[in-house]
């Protein structure tokens, strides 16, 4: 399948096209130029829709730790580490302290519209870790020297910023409630209404509104099968992981154990 082909397949909106064309062009011309390379950041969704356009490549997702919601999308040739490149003084991404008055109540929506508001691009910043009096979040490269000359503060909050080695974050510790529960059938619904606590009714209305999606992709189909390990998402309500399928119970149900972040 030729590239526009593939694009057109995947792409949702002019913006899709747009990224897509950009990522493919990049990872294919540094594999025939035997080069690393990396996007910008990306969100879970076009992570996916990456990896189903360029399913032959060997490509690498990095936001700088784990669980990291955004990462940039990396061809590394065979002759590097993907770790040790993705460390370097040449890696693709970098990480900011930014610290500030404890007693400041600074969010993550202050600290991402200073960003914006310095007229830095959403696609350059990776994952913002708010913790009392400080911010770790990712940038790419090449904006770091920009960042730290130009974010001085969150609103009214000052800040102070310093490059922060990747190994050093420290992104806040997920909550997470464990659900046990048996479904008749492991359809979308039927996860949902256990997970969040909703009748079968309900979850499957909000599935059919498009306010829910399966492995960073939006579903509208209430009955679709859903697998040990798929991550849902239901706008308003929040995320969920099928972590375990346990198997029939006498009565014929499924017991299922859920993880769902809080």
């Known amino acids: 399948m030729d590239k526009q082909t593939a694009i057109a397949k995947l792409a949702e909106s002019d913006e899709d096209k747009i990224l897509l064309a950009r990522v493919y062009d990049r990872m294919t011309t540094a594999e025939q130029r035997c080069i690393p390379a990396a996007s910008c950041f990306l969100t879970a969704r076009e992570q996916v829709l990456v990896q189903r356009l360029l399913p032959h490549l060997p490509l690498h997702f990095f936001g700088g730790c784990d669980g990291a919601e955004r990462a940039v999308c990396c061809y590394v040739p065979e002759y590097l580490e993907p770790a040790d490149w993705f ?49 770790d979040f990712l940038v790419t490269r090449e904006i770091l020297p920009y960042v730290i000359q130009n974010l001085t503060s969150a609103g009214r909050t000052k800040l102070h910023l310093t490059e922060l080695a990747l190994d050093a974050l420290e992104p806040p510790v997920q909550a997470v409630r464990e659900i046990r529960d048996t479904v008749s059938t492991l359809r979308l619904d039927a996860v949902v209404s256990s997970g969040f606590g909703l009748s079968r009714g ?40 099928l972590a375990q399928v346990l198997g029939t119970t006498k009565k014929g149900r499924t017991g299922i154990l859920i993880r769902r972040y809080v």
């Open 202 to 241: 309900k979850a499957s209305a909000c599935i059919e509104s498009g306010k829910a999606s399966l492995n960073a992709l939006p579903c509208t189909k209430p009955d679709r099968t859903v697998s040990e390990g798929d991550v849902i998402s239901v706008r308003g309500l929040g995320k969920l992981e």
């Open 87 to 135: 460390h370097s003084d040449d890696g693709p991404i970098c990480a900011i302290r930014a610290t500030f008055y404890e007693k400041d109540e600074v969010t993550h929506r202050d600290v991402l519209g200073a960003l914006m508001g310095s007229g830095i691009k959403r696609e350059t910043v990776g994952d913002l870790y708010v913790q009392p009096g400080r911010c």
